[in-house]
Every structure is written in structure tokens, then in C-alpha cells.
């Protein structure tokens, strides 16, 4: 018994182990295979096609080793064949990191540049990864139900027992990989930690069998597998149940990213769901005294009666989630208590359902195990054609079908599928049922299933988890929440392979169009504009030549539409994953310059990884819009190694511009994509398009001296760049040049610490995923310390401008104020008008403009008022409060919260003025904050102010600003 017990308890670690195995393989693989939806099926077939090939393998193996074993007369030592199993599993986990390295190098050998060829030459090394550890996991069930079994009565308990522990072991393992092992240890670590773990295993197994092997050679027959009476019809029935729950499991994966955000953390909560009740259902069997044969029968119609009942609900997942959002507040702690109530959620509504179909394969063991002893032999071929169903599900149903249907037509077929399987499990069971009859229940019963509605397309497409907060209708039930959220007309809708993709129009304006990926608004013709046709310009206006383009993501195809409207570009090449969003392409014409006409633009429907490696083109812009990093498969665009490749396909003089957003994020996420985009790209600067979006710009060349001002401002003023910018509302140079935030070699003025994200330890997602949770409003990390100050001050574009006397200071700074405030960027608007104020008080110039400016911000009129700018002005080494004792404690704090907040690198703060609010602090507690300061902005003993705007006015042209009428 201390054997079985300790056997069962490893089974469960083994599990663990198998579950994590697939989540890291799966990234590990995205640097062969790319992240689209074709990789994410090969890698989830070879998986499924190796463990069914083991199951079917070690089947036979425990046949051949027992028959072995009768006529040496010795016991078979199942146990210590599974040690080796285990050890094998363990060994190759540790060599599996040095295994990928070597594969990625035969990559680069294969057939590079086409497409077709290339994929199916990766896949096979994929295949050569991580199929033998999948074979040998395989050995699990077969070898265990046979060794833990001492007599055929209690070989049904023993096998539940083995399956259950193992995917309650899997269970855990789901969790453990999406929540935390992958981001505290990364790929390498995780393959170490488990390999060890799977190594301890294989030496306790050996040491079991040393103390006796539950198996007796007597148990079996050592002849040939006598042929069971119509196996092949039970396996028709286990086959049948593989495809129908793992095409239902990719379905309630889609409906859960719909409904709760496409994380990989709702990926790795339904998967555990799905895994901890197959694993309840397989342990209940176990537990039951007695199994009456009509035990599957009734087990079979109750799941397809539940799961016909769950359908009519799914319509109203999204409200039911953002309920449960609703409940709980948007603070850090709080996320893992979301999750596991989500989870909770998701048990509650799966536990019954799921649970009948775990029960499934013991049902059926117990009913072939009755007719022959070879129990693991039968267990082997049991599960090999469940598995093989469930590598038809993974392909059919979550991919191959999604070509033309969409998820209520699967989540149909699956159900459709168990009807025939719990007709065939009657039939085989209740002997006085006739065959003959059989139709008189299918085709009733799968027209019904036929005729169930449609889910409403309005409803996915609301995105309602990005509602945090309780709203006035949040409690009213689902009609009312979904009557009362108007998100226009749908008038595209495709559930493809990748995505769920809609396209929204409000009531009789085409122009406003907007499209939305998995519930989350991924461009708007209008709202977005700005930002998309920024990602275009600004790159273009400072690269070095525009003939060649490369575009990751269509979205609305404006950016692509923007960079062909230039002259000197002769073609754009667009990476678009989803088939659906390529499809709704020509809906955007409207507003996006006839983009999927364009004779100059190729769309290409594929990974942009695979797609920039394939090149052969270098290209002199690339453009990368992607969706938010915390969206499962994301953050791949935003590693290390994909910049590289990245960097790798630009022409000399090119450029890479990364879309990021400050909505939905924190500093420390900002930070990281900020340091993995410098550890590649020698010289970076980053530019603000719409208010929360940011521009990062990483150049090939490594000289981080200012570009030609002259040239850039001849540039903007070429036809075709002034369209582009007039269509965004930039009618002036100095207006545009306002957008620059960070110049070119200010990030790299210092060293950057901290962790870099890579595809080897991804940490993007996992970090970004809590920030979307807590929905702040996050701003650019300080670059101030002395270093960074210096570098700005040779770099910025805006000061470089003032220094040319082409433009006076009154024009730059009401120009960039005015662009600043159009754009919501209200503190650098107030430090730039702040700074105005210091240079020429009493300018009435200013005094006009503010008032302006107030009228227009009416809303946002507070960052304006006097006293703010007074207290700015102050930094620029204006009048100073001079307090004393605490009160100086408290007024150095708030100078240096407000020049972290307000700085600006075009008009920098004046440093002594910090300093002098330091040295007049004098109570305890000064020193150690000054220090604390310090860190963050700098020594303050290396103050020094920079040089202001020059007034000079040589020979320079008017600025008419945006909004205003020219003179």
C-alpha cells in the first residue's frame, strides 16, 4: 500500500511537470515558428500526436515486458521501467534549452524565403524537439494502471486513481506556468526546475521497485493481445469525446478572451478548469463502490443535455465578467484575488460538465477491462485514440474550421460529436437497444442542436472588461447592460483562426469606423487618426530614404495608407496575423486613402517574426503597431530577439518605430520596453502622437548626432508630407518638432539597469497584464540626471531649431504649446508656457495665447491657472518661497515631485533651483531625503543651467499655429 500511495503521489508531480513542459515548449517554439495560429496548431499536434504515440508504444512495451518476465519467472519491474521513462524525460528537459539553440542555427539553414517550405522545414524540427519527450510522457498511464494493479476487480479504481492524480498534478501545473514560473525563472530555468523534479521522481520510482511492484506476471497472458469484442466502436467513442472537448476547450478559450481580456492568464485559467475537472470526474469514478454499465450511458446524455444548456448562456459571458470585474478594485494586491475568483467563476459553471467528460475514459477502461486482462495494453490503445481525437479538435476546431465558421458553429459541432459518441456508448451498452434505432435519436437530437441561436456579435464585440468600475446598469442583468451599450452597428463580424474581429460603425458615418480584436478597440478612422498616421510621418520625415516599407499589423490600414501617399515610396509590406482583420480591409477605404487598393501595398497574412526572417528585402521603415503587450501572443514584438531581427532587415540610414501606450500601464512596464528597445537600437529617441500614445524610434545608424534641421523642415514642407501632417492637424515645423520627447541619445546619456524582456525569460506580458488590471495612467520614467541633460540639450530637435534663428522663441514656444495642449499633453504644455513666462512675463503674446488656451481646455483648465505656472515658473529660477525648519522639508519634496513631473527636455528646469531648496533644509531627515532625491534626478552639486531658447531673429519665417488664421 506505502508504495501505491507514494507511486500515486508522484503521479500527481509528473503531471505537473507535463502541463509546464507544454506552456514553455510553446514559447520556446515561437522563435522557430513564429506566434500565428498555424504555429500555435503544429506545436499543439506534435504534443498530442507524441503522447498518443506513447500511450500506443508503452501499451505494447508493458505486454512485451510482462511476457518477458513469465518466462524468466521474475517479476516484470514496471516501476523501474517507468524510472527510466522519467529519467529520460529529465535528462533531455535539462539538455532541451542547448536542443533549441542548436534548432534555431538549422533555421537559418533551411529554406529562408519561402513561405510554404520554410514552415514545413521548421515544424520538422519542432517535431524532432519536443516530440521523444512527448512519446515518453505517453508511458504514464499504460505503465502505472498496470504496475500500482494487483487484480483485474480493482484495475478500474487503480487507472482512475493514476489518470486523475496525474491531470490534478497537470491542473496545477497550468497555473503554475501562466502565473508564475515562466516570468520568475524564464524558459531555461523552468526546464532546469523541472528536469530536476523529474529526475527525483525517476530515482523514487527506482527505489519503489526495489521494495516490490504492485504487478504480478500472473496477472496477463503472455500471448498475443486477444482482439476485443468491437473495439473498435469503443474507440470510435473515445475518439469522438477527445475531439469534441478539446474543440470546446479552444471555443471556451476564445469566449473567455472575449469576455475577460485575451491574456495568457484567462488562457492558463481555462486550461486549468478544463484540466482539475476531468481530473474530479476521473477521481469520482474511482470512488464509487460499484460501476453499473449503465453508468456511461447516463454520464454521456447528461453531459451533451449540460453543455446544450451552457450554449444558450455564453451569448452572456462578457456581462457576467464584467460583473465580477465590478466586485473588486483596481489595486495591485487585488489582481491574483480577481483571478482566483474568476477562476472560481469558471468552476462553478464548467465543474459539472467537464467533470462527466473526465469520467469518460475510466467508464471505459472498466467496461473493455471486463473482457480482457491486459490492462495496460488496453489503457494504451484507450487513450492513444482519445488523443488522437483531441489532436483533431486542437486542428479542426481550433483552427482548420475557423477558416469558414465561426465559434457557435464549432462549439455546435462539438456538441454534435458527443451526440454520436453517447449514441454509439448506448447502443454498445444497453444490449436491448437496436442498432436500427439509432437515427430515430441522432437526427432529432443533432437538428436541434442545429437550430439553437446564433450568438449576437453585438455582444462579443463590447469589451466590457475594460469596465472597471460598476456602472448604472452594471447590476440591472444582461439586457439591460447590453441595451444600454450602444457600440454602433456591427457590420462586419469573423471568428478566425487568430482572433475574433469586428468592425463598428456609428448610425450613418462610415468615416467614424472602428475595428475591434477580441473585444479590445484596436483603431477608430477618427479618434485614432492622429496616432496612425504619426507612425507613418514622423518616421518617414527622419529616415534617411522611404522606398521600401514594412508595416506590422493593418488595424485600419491608415498607416500603410500614409506611407504610400508619399512620393518616394514604392511599396509597403504589411504582416497581418489575422485573416479577419485582412478581410475587413476594404471597409476602411473610407477613411484610410483607398489603402487596400493601393497598388503600392502587398498584404501579407502571417507572423511578422517569420515574415521580417523570410525577407530578403531591407527595408528603409519599419512600422510596428501591434495590439497591447498583455494580449497573448503580443509580446513577442516587443523581445529582445525580435528587435534584432528587426534591426537586422533595415537598409543603412533606416528607421524602427515601436507604437506604445501610456493608458492601462505603469512606469516599471514603460521602463522595461524603454531598456529592451536601447539594448538593441544604439541610438533611440521617442516622440508623443495622440496624448497616452508614444513613438519610439530606433535608428540603424549609431551616430546620435542632431539630423539636418534644414532638410528635415525642406522635407516637411514637400507636398506630400504637408497633406499628411495637415490631415493630423500639424500646419507648422515647430509644431511638429514639439512632438519629440525624448531626443536622440538622452536614453543612453546613462546606464539603464534593470531587466531586459526576451524570449528566453518574457516578462512583458505577466507585468503588463497587472498593470492593465489597475488601468492607470502611467508617465515616461525621468531621464533628468546631468548625463541626460546634456544629451538632450545637443540632441532636441525644438532647441536645435531655437538655436538656428530661423524661428524667435515666442514662435517655438506658443507653437509647442499650442501643439502640446491640442494633444492633451497638459504638463508639458504647462512647462512649456511656464517657460515662456520666465523668458517674457509681461509678453502680451502670451497673455493672448493663454487665454486662448483656457477657453479651449475649459474642461482641463486647472494644469493653467496662475498659480500652477507661477509654481513652474519657479523652476526656471523664478521666485522662490524660502521656508524653514519643516516647512522646507515639505517645500523641497514638492519641487522635486514637480520637476520630475513637469520636466521637459527641449526647456529643461534649472537644477540650482532644486539644490538651493535642499541647502535651506536643515531639520532631520533632509540629508537622507536629498540622497533619496538624488537617485532619481541626480547629483544636484553638478547644477547648472542650461542655456536658454536664443530670441535671435536673423532671417526665419512666420508659424501659423494649428486653429489660428495667418496674418
Known amino acids: 500500500m506505502r508504495v501505491r500511495v507514494t507511486a500515486l503521489l508522484l503521479t500527481i508531480l509528473t503531471g505537473f511537470t507535463g502541463l509546464v513542459y507544454e506552456v514553455t515548449w510553446q514559447k520556446y517554439l515561437a522563435t522557430l515558428l513564429g506566434s500565428?495560429?498555424?504555429?500555435?496548431?503544429?506545436?499543439?499536434?506534435?504534443?498530442?500526436?507524441?503522447?498518443?504515440?506513447?500511450?500506443?508504444?508503452?501499451?505494447?512495451?508493458?505486454?512485451?515486458?510482462?511476457?518477458?518476465?513469465?518466462?524468466?519467472?521474475?517479476?516484470?519491474?514496471?516501476?523501474?521501467?517507468?524510472?527510466l521513462v522519467e529519467g529520460g524525460i529529465g535528462l533531455y528537459a535539462l539538455l532541451f534549452p542547448l536542443l533549441v539553440s542548436g534548432a534555431q542555427a538549422l533555421s537559418l539553414l533551411g529554406p529562408l524565403g519561402h513561405g510554404g517550405l520554410s514552415f514545413a522545414f521548421d515544424v520538422l524540427l519542432s517535431a524532432l524537439l519536443i516530440g521523444p519527450p512527448a512519446v515518453l510522457m505517453g508511458g504514464t498511464i499504460p505503465i502505472l494502471t498496470l504496475a500500482l494493479t494487483r487484480d483485474v476487480e480493482h484495475s478500474t479504481q487503480i487507472h482512475a486513481w493514476v489518470y486523475g492524480f496525474n491531470t490534478a498534478g497537470a491542473f496545477a501545473g497550468a497555473l503554475a506556468a501562466g502565473f508564475v514560473l515562466v516570468p520568475l525563472l524564464g524558459l531555461d530555468g523552468v526546464m532546469q526546475l523541472m528536469g530536476c523534479l523529474n529526475l527525483v521522481a525517476a530515482a523514487i520510482f527506482a527505489q519503489l521497485e526495489g521494495r516490490g511492484s504492485g504487478a504480478r506476471a500472473s496477472l496477463e497472458e503472455a500471448a498475443d493481445a486477444p482482439r476485443v469484442e468491437g473495439f473498435a466502436a469503443w474507440a470510435a467513442v473515445a475518439m469522438l469525446a477527445g475531439f469534441a472537448m478539446m474543440a470546446l476547450q479552444t471555443t471556451v478559450i476564445r469566449i473567455g478572451a472575449l469576455s475577460l481580456g485575451s491574456s495568457e492568464f484567462t488562457f492558463a485559467m481555462v486550461v486549468a478548469v478544463f484540466v482539475?475537472?476531468?481530473?474530479?470526474?476521473?477521481?469520482?469514478?474511482?470512488?464509487?463502490?460499484?460501476?453499473?454499465?449503465?453508468?456511461?450511458?447516463?454520464?454521456?446524455?447528461?453531459?451533451?443535455?449540460?453543455?446544450?444548456?451552457?450554449?444558450?448562456?455564453?451569448?452572456?459571458?462578457?456581462?457576467?465578467?464584467?460583473?465580477l470585474r465590478a466586485l473588486f478594485h483596481d489595486h495591485a494586491p487585488i489582481f491574483y484575488a480577481y483571478h482566483a475568483a474568476a477562476f472560481g467563476a469558471l468552476l462553478c459553471v464548467l465543474l459539472v460538465p467537464i467533470g462527466l467528460s473526465g469520467a469518460l475514459l475510466p467508464l471505459l477502461f472498466h467496461e473493455l477491462r471486463r473482457q480482457v486482462q491486459e490492462l495496460g495494453s488496453v489503457a494504451g490503445r484507450l487513450y492513444a485514440w482519445n488523443t488522437a481525437g483531441s489532436l483533431?479538435?486542437?486542428?479542426?476546431?481550433?483552427?482548420?474550421?475557423?477558416?469558414?465558421?465561426?465559434?457557435?458553429?464549432?462549439?455546435?459541432?462539438?456538441?454534435?460529436?458527443?451526440?454520436?459518441?453517447?449514441?454509439?456508448?448506448?447502443?454498445?451498452?444497453?444490449?436491448?437497444?437496436?442498432?436500427?434505432?439509432?437515427?430515430?435519436?441522432?437526427?432529432?437530437?443533432?437538428?436541434?442542436?442545429?437550430?439553437?441561436?446564433e450568438w449576437s456579435p453585438d455582444r462579443m464585440a463590447t469589451g466590457l472588461f475594460r469596465n472597471r468600475d460598476a456602472g448604472a446598469w452594471t447590476f440591472a442583468g444582461p439586457e439591460a447592460m447590453f441595451e444600454h451599450r450602444d457600440i454602433g452597428?456591427?457590420?462586419?463580424?469573423?471568428?478566425?483562426?487568430?482572433?475574433?474581429?469586428?468592425?463598428?460603425?456609428?448610425?450613418?458615418?462610415?468615416?467614424?469606423?472602428?475595428?475591434?480584436?477580441?473585444?479590445k478597440s484596436d483603431g477608430n478612422l477618427v479618434g485614432d487618426y492622429p496616432t496612425m498616421a504619426l507612425s507613418a510621418l514622423i518616421p518617414a520625415l527622419v529616415a534617411e530614404q522611404r522606398e521600401r516599407a514594412f508595416v506590422i499589423g493593418w488595424g485600419t490600414g491608415v498607416t500603410a495608407g500614409e506611407l504610400a501617399s508619399l512620393e518616394d515610396t514604392e511599396s509597403v509590406r504589411v504582416a497581418e496575423i489575422s485573416q479577419g482583420v485582412i478581410a475587413a480591409a476594404p471597409l476602411f477605404d473610407v477613411g484610410n486613402l483607398e489603402a487596400s487598393k493601393n497598388p503600392k501595398i502587398e498584404i501579407l497574412r502571417g507572423d511578422a517574426y517569420r515574415a521580417l526572417q523570410q525577407s530578403p528585402t531591407r527595408y528603409d521603415l519599419i512600422v510596428s503597431e501591434p495590439s497591447n503587450p498583455w494580449v497573448t501572443g503580443v509580446e513577442m514584438l516587443y523581445s529582445r530577439e525580435f528587435l534584432e531581427a528587426a534591426r537586422g532587415r533595415l537598409a543603412p540610414g533606416g528607421v524602427y518605430a515601436q507604437w506604445f501606450h501610456l493608458y492601462e500601464s505603469n512606469p516599471e512596464v514603460i521602463a522595461l520596453v524603454l531598456r529592451t528597445y536601447a539594448a538593441v537600437f544604439p541610438s533611440v529617441s521617442v516622440w508623443f502622437?495622440?496624448?497616452?500614445?508614444?513613438?519610439?524610434?530606433?535608428?540603424?545608424?549609431?551616430?546620435?548626432?542632431?539630423?539636418?534641421?534644414?532638410?528635415?523642415?525642406?522635407?516637411?514642407?514637400?507636398?506630400?508630407f504637408r497633406a499628411g501632417f495637415g490631415r493630423v492637424g500639424i500646419e507648422s515645423f515647430p509644431a511638429l518638432l514639439a512632438h519629440e520627447v525624448l531626443p536622440r541619445g538622452t536614453l543612453h546619456a546613462a546606464a539603464l539597469e534593470g531587466e531586459i524582456h526576451s524570449l528566453r525569460h518574457p516578462i512583458l506580458s505577466h507585468r503588463a497584464a497587472q498593470a492593465f488590471f489597475q488601468g492607470r495612467h502611467a508617465w515616461i520614467p525621468p531621464y533628468v540626471s546631468p548625463a541626460h541633460q546634456q544629451a538632450s540639450?545637443?540632441?532636441?530637435?525644438?532647441?536645435?531649431?531655437?538655436?538656428?534663428?530661423?524661428?524667435?522663441?515666442s514662435e517655438i514656444l506658443e507653437a509647442a504649446a499650442r501643439e502640446t495642449c491640442r494633444f492633451k499633453r497638459?504638463?508639458?504644455?504647462?512647462?512649456?508656457?511656464?517657460?515662456?513666462?520666465?523668458?517674457?512675463?509681461?509678453?502680451?503674446?502670451?497673455?493672448?495665447?493663454?487665454?486662448?488656451?483656457?477657453?479651449?481646455?475649459?474642461?482641463d483648465k486647472d494644469f493653467l491657472r496662475p498659480g500652477r505656472l507661477a509654481q513652474l515658473q519657479a523652476l526656471y529660477g523664478g521666485r522662490v518661497r524660502k521656508p524653514k525648519d519643516e516647512a522646507a522639508l515639505r517645500h523641497a519634496e514638492r519641487l522635486t515631485q514637480r520637476f520630475l513631473r513637469h520636466y521637459h527636455h527641449a526647456v529643461p528646469f534649472d537644477r540650482r533651483v532644486l539644490d538651493e531648496a535642499w541647502e535651506r533644509c536643515q531639520v532631520e531627515g533632509c540629508a537622507?531625503?536629498?540622497?533619496?532625491?538624488?537617485?532619481?534626478?541626480?547629483?544636484?552639486?553638478?547644477?547648472?543651467?542650461?542655456?536658454?531658447?536664443?530670441?535671435?531673429?536673423?532671417?526665419?519665417?512666420?508659424?501659423?499655429?494649428?486653429?489660428t488664421t495667418p496674418p
Open 392 to 453: 483533431l479538435g486542437a486542428l479542426l476546431g481550433g483552427y482548420v474550421l475557423l477558416f469558414w465558421l465561426d465559434l457557435h458553429h464549432v462549439y455546435r459541432i462539438a456538441l454534435s460529436a458527443l451526440v454520436v459518441a453517447a449514441t454509439l456508448s448506448t447502443t454498445l451498452v444497453v444490449r436491448a437497444f437496436p442498432r436500427s434505432l439509432s437515427p430515430l435519436i441522432l437526427i432529432p437530437t443533432l437538428g436541434a442542436i442545429w437550430l439553437l441561436p
Open 826 to 859: 497638459h504638463e508639458e504644455c504647462a512647462t512649456l508656457l511656464a517657460r515662456w513666462r520666465s523668458d517674457e512675463p509681461e509678453s502680451p503674446r502670451l497673455r493672448a495665447t493663454l487665454e486662448e488656451l483656457r477657453k479651449q481646455t475649459r474642461g
Open 793 to 809: 540639450a545637443r540632441n532636441s530637435l525644438l532647441r536645435g531649431l531655437s538655436r538656428s534663428g530661423r524661428f524667435s522663441q
Open 489 to 519: 452597428n456591427v457590420i462586419y463580424y469573423d471568428d478566425d483562426p487568430t482572433s475574433s474581429v469586428a468592425v463598428l460603425e456609428p448610425e450613418g458615418h462610415p468615416e467614424q469606423r472602428g475595428i475591434v480584436v477580441n473585444g
Open 928 to 963: 537622507e531625503r536629498r540622497r533619496n532625491a538624488e537617485q532619481r534626478i541626480g547629483g544636484l552639486e553638478e547644477s547648472q543651467r542650461d542655456e536658454p531658447f536664443h530670441s535671435q531673429r536673423g532671417q526665419r519665417r512666420a508659424v501659423t499655429p494649428a486653429g
Open 36 to 83: 500565428h495560429s498555424e504555429a500555435t496548431a503544429a506545436v499543439l499536434a506534435i504534443f498530442l500526436g507524441g503522447l498518443a504515440a506513447g500511450y500506443a508504444l508503452f501499451g505494447r512495451a508493458t505486454r512485451w515486458l510482462l511476457a518477458r518476465a513469465r518466462r524468466q519467472g521474475k517479476p516484470p519491474r514496471l516501476l523501474y521501467f517507468y524510472a
Open 689 to 720: 502622437a495622440l496624448g497616452s500614445d508614444l513613438l519610439l524610434l530606433g535608428f540603424e545608424r549609431t551616430d546620435d548626432s542632431q539630423p539636418d534641421l534644414r532638410e528635415l523642415e525642406a522635407r516637411f514642407d514637400r507636398p506630400d
Open 276 to 323: 482539475l475537472c476531468i481530473a474530479l470526474g476521473s477521481l469520482l469514478v474511482s470512488m464509487l463502490p460499484r460501476i453499473p454499465r449503465s453508468l456511461l450511458v447516463v454520464t454521456q446524455w447528461l453531459l451533451v443535455a449540460l453543455l446544450g444548456l451552457l450554449y444558450l448562456g455564453v451569448g452572456d459571458a462578457p456581462y457576467w465578467a464584467h460583473l
